[in-house]
């Protein structure tokens, strides 16, 4: 979704565009007469241990740079500044070069899960330190974009309760799947569930690692198929995948065997693996 910059109608954003020309050549000529300064000091420091052809060649290049920068510097302000929301991400092309703000490039990008807050600021001047991408400005279109670390942009955009709106939900959207990935990686390791045939049923498809041994929650079916409700810690003798690939009709690839001093039980296990490094560090605690 693309939302275009604004200073409020047609003449003010000429007017923007034309000042955004000179203050970008301005800054850039600052940069270039800082850099031409620091060059020559460096060829007049390695001047005697490099060849003169060389060293002509450095400086056509330093010079071809320059005039490079000057000019795109002077060109971007022709394209049309906007924010642009795109995945999980806000582009916002601004096309000029903020002085203090220099390494920032022409361009900003925010991940739409770093901002903290977006809204409609007071009609006052932000913060000096903090820039603004245009120069005439109009509060009626100004949007405030706080990141994490307290990072703030500013945006002059038409439209901007849509847009205001439209990055809250995506922020929203963000939000919920960092909660849903933090709830799963929240599921407790002493909770496993039957690898069967039909759809996970709460309640009555789950293998407990509880207190005094492995617990069994089933229904009818299941437990005539498993054949047990619990076995304890101190009868486990052994436990290991199984080389069984079916139970009583019922197949899975996934079927654990433990063993006690007198019955094998073989259990269709979700995660077979987890399930026995789980029980094995349960029984290393009952043995200590």
Same mark, same amino acid.
């Given at each position: 979704?693309?939302? /275009?910059?604004?200073?409020?109608?047609? %003449?003010? #954003? &000429?007017?923007?565009?034309?000042l955004?020309?000179?203050?970008?050549?301005?800054?850039?000529?600052f940069?270039?007469? @800082?850099?031409?300064?620091?060059y &020559?000091?460096?060829?007049?420091?390695?001047? %005697?241990?490099?060849?003169?052809?060389?060293?002509?060649i450095?400086?056509?290049? !330093?010079?071809?740079?320059?005039? =490079?920068?000057?000019? =795109?510097?002077? =060109? $971007?302000?022709?394209?049309?500044? +906007?924010?642009?929301? %795109?995945? *999980?991400?806000?582009?916002?092309?601004?096309?000029?070069?903020? $002085?203090?703000?220099?390494?920032?490039?022409?361009?900003?990008k &925010?991940?739409?899960? +770093?901002?903290?807050?977006?809204?409609?600021?007071?009609?006052?001047?932000?913060?000096m330190?903090?820039?603004?991408?245009?120069?005439?400005?109009? @509060?009626?279109?100004?949007?405030?974009? !706080?990141?994490?670390?307290?990072? &703030?942009?500013? $945006?002059?955009?038409?439209?901007? *309760?849509?847009?205001?709106?439209? =990055?809250?939900?995506? !922020?929203?959207?963000? %939000?919920?799947?960092?909660?849903?990935?933090?709830? /799963?990686?929240?599921?407790?390791?002493n909770?496993?569930?039957?690898?069967?045939?039909?759809?996970?049923?709460?309640?009555? *498809?789950?293998?407990?690692?509880?207190?005094?041994?492995?617990?069994? +929650?089933?229904?009818?079916?299941t437990?005539?198929?498993i #054949?047990?409700?619990?076995?304890?810690?101190n009868?486990?003798? $052994?436990?290991?995948?199984?080389? +069984?690939h079916?139970?009583?009709?019922?197949?899975? *690839?996934?079927?654990?065997?433990?063993?006690?001093?007198?019955?094998?039980?073989?259990?269709?296990?979700?995660?077979?693996?987890?399930?026995?490094n789980?029980?094995?560090?349960?029984?290393?605690?009952?043995?200590?």
């Amino acid at each position: 979704m693309i939302y /275009k910059f604004t200073c409020g109608n047609k %003449k003010r #954003n &000429i007017c923007n565009r034309i000042l955004f020309i000179v203050s970008n050549i301005i800054i850039a000529l600052f940069m270039s007469i @800082w850099a031409i300064a620091l060059y &020559i000091v460096i060829i007049q420091c390695i001047a %005697k241990i490099i060849d003169g052809v060389l060293l002509e060649i450095i400086g056509r290049v !330093v010079i071809y740079a320059f005039i =490079v920068i000057l000019l =795109v510097a002077a =060109v $971007l302000p022709f394209f049309p500044q +906007k924010a642009v929301i %795109k995945n *999980d991400c806000i582009y916002i092309y601004r096309n000029n070069l903020f $002085l203090h703000r220099i390494f920032r490039g022409f361009y900003d990008k &925010i991940e739409i899960n +770093k901002i903290e807050t977006i809204v409609k600021p007071p009609k006052s001047h932000p913060s000096m330190f903090e820039p603004i991408p245009v120069i005439l400005i109009n @509060w009626d279109y100004m949007v405030e974009i !706080v990141t994490e670390r307290d990072n &703030i942009f500013y $945006l002059q955009i038409e439209n901007p *309760d849509d847009f205001i709106n439209e =990055v809250n939900k995506r !922020v929203e959207l963000a %939000k919920s799947k960092e909660n849903d990935e933090t709830s /799963k990686a929240a599921v407790p390791t002493n909770m496993f569930q039957f690898d069967l045939q039909r759809g996970y049923m709460p309640d009555c *498809d789950e293998i407990v690692l509880g207190v005094n041994g492995v617990e069994f +929650k089933t229904d009818k079916t299941t437990a005539d198929l498993i #054949n047990v409700k619990i076995i304890s810690y101190n009868d486990i003798q $052994l436990c290991k995948k199984s080389d +069984k690939h079916s139970i009583n009709g019922v197949d899975s *690839d996934n079927i654990v065997e433990i063993t006690t001093a007198t019955q094998t039980y073989y259990i269709p296990i979700k995660n077979p693996y987890d399930f026995i490094n789980e029980l094995y560090k349960k029984l290393n605690t009952c043995n200590q």
